[in-house]
Nanobody
């Protein structure tokens, strides 16, 4: 059974940091591109960041570039999202996802992803 489990969310003040983790079981993450998406109340799910299976190419949404860092440890079957300088507008449920196709052209598209975690809440207070 494939599972992606996010952790590390919580409540933080503006300017603070959080580190999200996404641990996989039932599938080798080394074969998947991995992405982070988020969904705020009343809004569509949006792309945050993604990394190719090898870690060789990394992508960020403009809204988080320079503040968030994605990384992966294939040996631990885990992907991370380090979030610094958090803003109230970063408040959302954050999801990790695995993409078997691993195509750069679709890596920002949530429809390309095959497996999803249950999400972890991140709340940034002003």
């Amino acid at each position: 059974q494939v599972q992606l489990v996010e952790s590390g969310g919580g409540l933080v003040q503006a300017g603070g940091s959080l580190r999200l983790s996404c641990a996989a079981s039932g599938l080798p993450l080394s074969r998947f591109a991995m992405g982070w998406f988020r969904q705020a109340p009343g809004k569509d799910r949006e792309f945050v960041s993604a990394v190719t299976w090898s870690g060789g190419r990394i992508y960020y949404a403009d809204s988080v570039k320079g503040r968030f860092t994605i990384s992966r440890d294939n040996a631990k079957n885990t992907v991370y999202l380090q979030m610094n300088s958090l803003k109230p507008e970063d408040t959302a449920v954050y999801y990790c996802a695995a993409d078997a196709s691993s195509r750069d052209s679709t890596i920002r598209d949530d429809r390309s992803y095959d497996y999803w975690g249950q999400g972890t809440q991140v709340t940034v207070s002003s």
